[in-house]
Each structure stands twice: as structure tokens, then as C-alpha cells.
């Protein structure tokens, strides 16, 4: 295999869930095709086959050979997948796409060339994903291995770095906070304006512009509210129309954002 001639390589996409489907559509619309994609699930992998034009397996062995293979499964189902990708695929490079799991998942397979080809962004199946804003971490087992996943990588986007196991496991836990935790508050304040009768879209507009000045300011600068300003008047108000793990939550941030705007003033 060659390790500088990505369009010449035969790349299997192993998963076919939300990350696995928005990648493919991106390596397609790059020129690179996938030879195939593998699913458990049959109806997962033949829906994602036909949009990328590709066959597809529900039996690994029965893969046809490659040089790459990206594996986007779950974290729990990747030791066991990743064993018999290895079983399969000797020679080629194998690289999973999981922000939390260690590089050296391979290493306990078996692998011989591996790493880890991770884009961090959130994924669903049926939103297309501008891959030219998604950054792509890359971890590699060797510096020889390094060029063919850094060329894969840029043939969707231009923001291509390199992270360590540990540097990829703290990224996947600020995202779990900017992203998971970010989309849970949301959740929650969908939840008390449905209670009372109003629209969630009113919100729109102030989490457009909550997002639009983290390109100018840095989250502190950013930060606003009446626990920036330290009213307790407000704050104990609030904390009062609120019941169970809203007030919890609301008492827990509504503290860390005082604390450190404390310790900002301290600077």
C-alpha cells in the first residue's frame, strides 16, 4: 500500500450509524469512494451503500480487501469489532473514530498498523455535515503511518491535527460539555417554557447569538446573567419556581459561574 496516494486506496467504512453515514457522504463528495461499507445491522449498512454507491457486508470475512479501513461503531461493541477487523485485515491500516477509547485498542487486537481518525463534531444521519468546519484528530501507532491518515483526513477538511490518546480523551469531555451538556440545558428549557404555554423557537435568536460571540469573545468575556453580576435577589427567586434536578443544576452552575467570575476580578 501506498502511503501518499489516498485516492488510490481501497477505504471500508465499518459502522453505519450517524458519524459513519455524514463521513461517507463527505469522502464521497472528496472523490474517495468507499470499496464497501459493514454493518451489523443489514438495513443500516444497505441504506448507507446506496447513498454512497458503494456494496456493503453484514459478515466482515466476506469484506472485499483494503488498505484503510475507518471504524465507526460504538465504544462498547468496539473491542470485539475491532478484533475481528484485525483477524481480517492483516496489512491494512486500521483506524477507529472514538474520542474516548486509547489508540492502543488496536494493540490489544492484534494490529499491526493502526490509529485513530477522530472528527469531532455531533452527527445525525439525516443533517449533511460541512466537513470543512469539523476538525479531524488523528493518532497514529507509527510516524510512517501518520501521512496516510493525514491525507485521508484533508481530503475532507483543512482542519487536521494530531492528539495523543489523553489529549483526545480531555477534547471528547469539553465537547460532552460544550455539545452533550450544552443540549441537555435545552432540553430543560424547553422543558419550562412547554409548561407554560410558550415556544421554544423564542429561544432561538439568544442561543444564535450566545454561539456567535464565542468567535469574538472568550467564554468569560461572553458570560452574562445574574450569577455573572452576583444577584442573589434574582438568583434565590429563581431557585424558588424550580423543583428537583432543575434546581440542583441551576444551584451547581448558577456557583461555578460566581466562583469564577471571582477569580477573574482576582486576576
Known amino acids: 500500500m501506498s502511503e501518499h496516494s489516498v485516492e488510490n486506496n481501497r477505504i471500508i467504512l465499518a459502522g453505519a450509524g450517524n458519524l459513519a453515514t455524514c463521513l461517507g457522504v463527505a469522502l464521497v463528495r472528496a472523490g474517495v469512494t468507499p470499496v464497501a461499507v459493514w454493518s451489523r445491522s443489514e438495513a443500516s449498512a444497505s441504506a448507507l451503500a446506496e ?22 461503531v460504538s465504544d462498547d461493541a468496539l473491542p470485539h469489532v475491532a478484533k475481528q477487523l484485525t483477524e481480517r485485515y492483516s496489512n491494512a491500516l486500521l483506524a477507529h473514530t472514538a474520542g474516548s477509547v486509547t489508540m492502543d485498542i488496536w494493540a490489544e487486537a492484534g494490529a499491526r498498523r493502526y490509529g485513530v481518525f477522530y472528527p469531532m463534531q455531533t452527527f445525525s444521519k439525516n443533517k449533511e455535515v460541512d466537513f470543512s468546519h469539523v476538525g479531524i484528530f488523528i493518532e497514529a501507532c507509527a510516524e510512517t503511518v501518520y501521512p496516510a491518515l493525514e491525507q485521508l483526513a484533508s481530503k475532507v477538511s483543512p482542519m487536521v491535527y494530531r492528539a495523543t490518546s489523553r489529549q483526545r480523551g480531555y477534547l471528547h469531555i469539553a465537547a460532552v460539555y460544550a455539545c452533550n451538556f450544552a443540549n441537555a440545558m435545552y432540553s ?39 450569577a455573572r453580576r452576583g444577584d442573589e435577589t434574582i438568583m434565590r427567586k429563581q431557585l424558588a419556581m424550580l423543583d428537583g434536578t432543575k434546581s440542583e443544576i441551576y444551584a451547581l ?8 467570575a471571582k477569580n477573574n476580578k482576582q486576576l
Open 188 to 226: 430543560m428549557a424547553h422543558d419550562i417554557l412547554e409548561k407554560e404555554g410558550l415556544p421554544f423557537e423564542v429561544m432561538l435568536p439568544l442561543i444564535d447569538e450566545t454561539a456567535a460571540k464565542l468567535h469574538h469573545l472568550s467564554p468569560e468575556e461572553a458570560q452574562t446573567g445574574p
Open 51 to 72: 447513498k454512497l454507491g458503494c456494496p456493503y457486508s453484514t459478515e466482515i470475512t466476506m469484506l472485499p480487501d483494503a488498505d484503510i479501513v475507518i471504524t465507526a
Open 253 to 260: 452552575v448558577s456557583s461555578y459561574i460566581a466562583e469564577k
